[in-house]
Structure formats: C-alpha cells, structure tokens
C-alpha cells in the first residue's frame, strides 16, 4: 500500500498548495516520501509519492522510480505485481531495484501501454510519464482494489490515491474506473481512454465435482502469490466462511504456528466466537480485540474522514475494520493483512440474493456489484488499512479467480438448501468445523454487534439522543434517516462540495428493509420476523 500524487498543469498551482495536498495521504507510505517540480515552458509536473516497503526494502525501490536504463520513462505505482518474476525470466529482462513494480518501466518500454498492463497479475494504481514521447499515462488494476482518483480540467489533469489529495485543489472529481487506461498525448492535447478488462461472462461451468477442484485449486494459487513479502503478514478472520477460507490456506503455506489472525467486535460478538473457533481448529496466534459502544461511536468520525464516503453500510463496516487495523499496527509488526473481501459479491452471498428472480437477475446482480465495488467494499478494505499504514490484499478479487468463477452457470451458484455460496462452502467442509462451514451469512457491521443490541441500533441510538438539526435538504441523494444524515454531516465537513463521488446508497435489491441495510433486518425480512 502506497499513496500517489501526480499533477501536469500548463499554469503551476502554488508549490506549497500541491506539497500539502500530497502530504494529505502520507499515512499510506511512512516508510519514505520523495517529490519532484519540474517546470518548463508547456508541461509542468508536480509528483509525490509515499512508500509502503513490502517487496525490496531498500532505498533502491523509492518513488518516482526512473531507471538508468529508460531515462526518460517515470514511474509511479501503488501496488503488488505478483508475476513480476515470471514476466522478467518471460521476456529477460534484469531487475535493479527488488521492487515488483519495476517490472511495468520495463514491460512499458518494450510493449507499449495496452499489452504491458494486459500482462500484470496484481492490484496496481500507476502513472507513468514518458518524456520521448510527451505522454501522460495513468493505469488501473481489473477490479479497482488500489483505490484511485483524478480530475481533469482546462489547466491539467490531476491524480490521487484518495479524495484528499484532491479536494482542496480541484472540482469534479471522480473515481478513475477499474480495468482501464488512460494515455495523454501533451503535444497535441489528446485523450484516449481505453477498457482493457471487461466483466462479462458465459455459463460455461456446471459440474460440481470440477467447480469444486477447481475451486480449490484457483484459490490456493491466489493466496500463494499474495504471500510474496519482505514484512511480515497475518490475517482477518471474522469467523464467517470467506475469512476462514483464507485464513486455512494461509497456514497449509506458512504454517499455522507462525500465523497470527485478528478480530474484533463486542463482548460476545458473533464474530469474535466464531473466529476463535477457527484459530483453535487451525492453529493460529489469534487476538480477540473487543471494544465498547464508546469506542465504536466515538471512532465514526475520523471512520468518514480517512475512508471519504457518506454510505451507511461502508460506514457501518469501516468503523470496526479501521480500529482493528490501528491495532495491528500499533501492537505488531504485521505489514500485509489477508482478507476475505470479494467473495460475497462474486457469490451473490449477501443475503437478499435469497430473493432474486431467475438466476440470469443473480448474475446480472452480481456483475452490477463488482463493477461498483470500489465505492464500497474494496472503498473500505484499502482506505481503513491505508489509514493504519497496513496493506490488504484480497485473493477473492484475483483475477483468474474472478474469470473461472464468474464462468460458472449462476443455476449453480444461487442459494441451494437455503444457503448462499453452497459451493464454495462444501470446497472446504472437510477442513473447517461445521458450524463455520454451515453458518449463515452476516455482514461484518452485524458480526461485530453484541447478541443484545445491534450496531445499528447502538448507533441510532446515539443519534437520536445526540445528533439535532441535521436533516438537511440536500438536493443529491438526501439522506434518508438520521444515521445517514448524520454521516453526511461528517462528510461535508471534510469535504464540502464533493458529495457526487458517492454515485448511490449501497442498499439490498430485492427486498424492503426500510432503507436499512442491516443484515439482521435482511435475515428477519427471509424468515418473516418482524
């Protein structure tokens, strides 16, 4: 996890303006930050980058990277390139620095832009300059998991890895979208914006005995690869079935005893009990962290500030994750986490799933929700973890994961003997206790409540008790309850006049929850409770 900053202007902003707006993500890089201004006649470039050392700890890995080699080509990429190793034996090229992003300069130099990024395994965030050619190149891993910003206006083109680098500085602001590219030609003041990874898929695949082989084959593969470290690494298990799978792989790799887990929650949280049945089946190091009402309430805030969204699920589910990742970097050396994200929007897991219509509704559902989910899911896994200076990677989002699995025929993939994910869930019966394997789903915001009282309802609660005059008619998406308007509040705070990056409220299809996206409403809605 790293944080990029990149401006080309034809009229300079202030350098102190730009050095504060990249000084804005430093938490993602505190292992170094190197900027460069370079002002000449027509082009003017202020780059910033802060370094996250994960592969390659030495000097030698810093950003803005140009090699000796291609002096005229500058790199600047947050994120892991799993096969960088492959690439390089592939095509022979000699790697300096022990970065795996080193590999783009070079695939770039021999390629060109669209087979080099059509090339790389990983999650990846890039501007590349090109000086030989005057062209400014920004690239975007498949999914979106390394969240990125840009703007572009009459003066120049501006890039973050999060909302604040921006928002001070420019208007319009939008989300750079996942799979694509962008090359601008400077000398003829051109764009071409290119989709190099498209998510559309066939039913090809419905035998279960392949599904599952082959289920377990991708995904032991995908963990594999994001085990490439330098730092040390550990894992978050919520207890629920994703984070269980993972976590399982993880120590068949590097061995349970060596492995340390986390979860948090309330006293008595399902999550905290089913996770600790997991580490003492597997094996790990776990550490329950438990927090309080306060805590969680008091932590909302400085949640909306570091994740830059007003959604109430992603804020639901931010305020845990980002205390728990504060956790892990205080009291551990663990740089890189594993996660279980992913997995509920490939599977159609969520539980409003249980209502679609026909099977083509749940696949066209479920490829709605990956193409959004750098607003929400992947939003919260790198923002929360960016926040605590951690890194998270997430082996559901691998892309030859996502090919075969999006492949399989959704007449195999909707909810079977009243459970979502039935495949997935019978790949690793035989590895993880039954209770684990059969539980039901339960978003991490709901996992994390008490058994007495909800986390929605803790904060409800305090709103009402707390949160006056806040019911402000706002002409885009107008909160639609107290919760929600008192998020927005939050979020106008920090940034006022940018609430279009949220494009909707996440909300359940399907289903009537009153605007409340709780999976426990959700649960009570399937079995008629009121």
């Not at 998510?199 to 594999?224: A, Q, W």
């Not at 330098?230 to 068949?252: A, N, Q």
Request: proline share 5%; glycine share 6%.
């Amino acid at each position: 996890m790293c944080g990029i900053f990149a401006v080309l202007e034809k009229n300079p902003t202030n350098y102190t303006v730009l050095k504060e707006a990249g000084l804005a993500s430093k938490h993602r890089g505190p292992d170094d930050t190197s900027h460069s201004m370079n002002i000449s006649d027509n082009t003017n470039f202020f780059l910033m980058f802060h370094r996250l050392s994960i592969n390659g700890l030495t000097s030698s890995g810093n950003q803005p990277m140009i090699l000796s080699r291609y002096p005229h080509i500058t790199l600047m990429a947050n994120g892991e390139i799993y096969n960088f190793k492959e690439l390089a034996e592939k095509y022979n090229f000699e790697l300096k620095t022990g970065s795996d992003c080193e590999i783009i300069i070079h695939l770039y130099n021999k390629l060109g832009l669209d087979e080099c990024i059509k090339q790389l395994d990983g999650v990846f965030a890039f501007v590349i300059i090109d000086n030989s050619k005057n062209l400014f190149m920004i690239g975007h891993d498949p999914i979106g998991i390394r969240e990125l910003y840009w703007s572009t206006n009459s003066n120049g083109i501006y890039v973050g890895s999060e909302l604040k680098n921006l928002s001070n500085i420019v208007d319009n602001i939008e989300l750079f979208p996942p799979g694509s590219y962008c090359i601008y030609d400077i000398d003829n003041d051109t764009f071409i914006n290119k989709k190099y990874f498209d998510l559309t898929y066939k039913p090809l695949y419905d035998d279960d005995i392949m599904i599952i082989n082959t289920i377990r084959d991708k995904m032991f593969k995908s963990v594999n690869k994001r085990l490439l470290s330098d730092r040390e690494i550990g894992c978050l298990l919520s207890g629920g079935i994703d984070s269980s799978i993972i976590t399982l792989i993880t120590s068949k790799i590097i061995g349970a005893d060596k492995l340390r887990t986390f979860s948090i929650g309330l006293e008595g949280s399902p999550d905290l009990i089913a996770a600790k049945k997991v580490a003492e089946h597997i094996g790990t190091n776990h550490t329950e962290v438990i927090v309080t009402d306060k805590e969680l309430l008091e932590a909302i805030p400085e949640t909306i500030k570091q994740i830059e969204t007003y959604d109430i699920t992603t804020i639901r589910a931010s305020t845990p994750m980002y205390l728990l990742s504060k956790y892990i970097k205080k009291n551990t050396d663990i740089t890189v986490i594993l996660s279980g994200e992913g997995a509920d929007e490939a599977s159609g897991s969520y539980l409003y799933f249980h209502k679609a219509p026909s099977p083509l509704a749940f696949q066209e559902e479920c490829l709605r929700l990956i193409k959004d989910v750098q607003h929400f899911d992947v939003l919260r896994g790198d923002k929360t973890t960016a926040g605590a200076s951690l890194e998270i990677r997430v082996p559901f989002f691998d892309k030859d994961f996502i090919n075969f699995y999006m492949s399989i025929n959704p007449n195999k993939k909707i909810p079977r003997d009243g459970y979502e994910k039935y495949l997935l869930r019978k790949s690793y019966e035989n590895e993880l206790p039954h209770e684990i394997i059969w539980r039901r789903k339960d978003g991490f915001s709901d996992g994390v409540s008490s058994q007495k009282r909800s986390w929605y309802e803790i904060i409800d609660e305090y709103v009402k008790d707390k949160i006056v005059d806040l019911r402000i008619d706002y002409d885009y998406l107008p909160p639609p309850s107290d919760e929600a308007a008192w998020y927005r509040s939050l979020f106008e705070e920090y940034y006022p006049g940018h609430e279009k990056i949220v494009p909707y409220y996440w909300q359940p299809k399907w289903i009537n929850t009153n605007n409340n996206p709780s999976g426990r409403l959700l649960m009570n809605e399937l079995n008629g409770e009121d």
